[in-house]
């Protein structure tokens, strides 16, 4: 049985940083991309960031580009999303995703979604 499990999330202040993680169980992350994807309450879910099989492509939507970092690390059973210089827009509950194949993209499609980890952001 597959399990994507996310932790790290948590409340902290404009400007500081959280790590997600996102460990695995059934499958192992090395030959697939992976995404993170966060869902604000009463908005549609949204990519955030990908990564390729091979770590050599990576994707950041515009609005967290330069703030945030996805990686997985050489276990390959882990994946993680460091979120640094958080605003007040990015509060949402962050999903991490594996997906069918090794890239990610148009006709690709996500295989497995964790259920979820919460980041707030306040002063």
């Known amino acids: 049985q597959v399990h994507l499990v996310e932790s790290g999330g948590g409340l902290v202040q404009p400007g500081g940083s959280l790590r997600l993680s996102c460990a695995a169980s059934?499958?192992?992350?090395?030959?697939?991309?992976i995404g993170w994807f966060r869902q604000a309450a009463g908005k549609e879910r949204e990519v955030v960031a990908c990564?390729?099989?091979?770590?050599?492509?990576?994707f950041y939507e515009d609005y967290v580009a330069g703030r945030f970092t996805i990686a997985r690390d050489s276990t390959t059973t882990t994946a993680y999303l460091q979120m640094n210089d958080l605003k007040f827009e990015d509060p949402a509950d962050y999903y991490c995703?594996?997906?069918?194949?090794?890239?990610?993209?148009?006709?690709?499609?996500?295989?497995?979604w964790g259920k979820g980890n919460l980041v707030a952001v306040s002063s």
């Open positions: 995703a594996k997906y069918w194949y090794r890239d990610y993209g148009p006709g690709t499609g996500i295989q497995y």
């Open positions: 059934g499958v192992s992350l090395r030959d697939y991309a």
């Open positions: 990564i390729s099989d091979s770590d050599e492509r990576t």
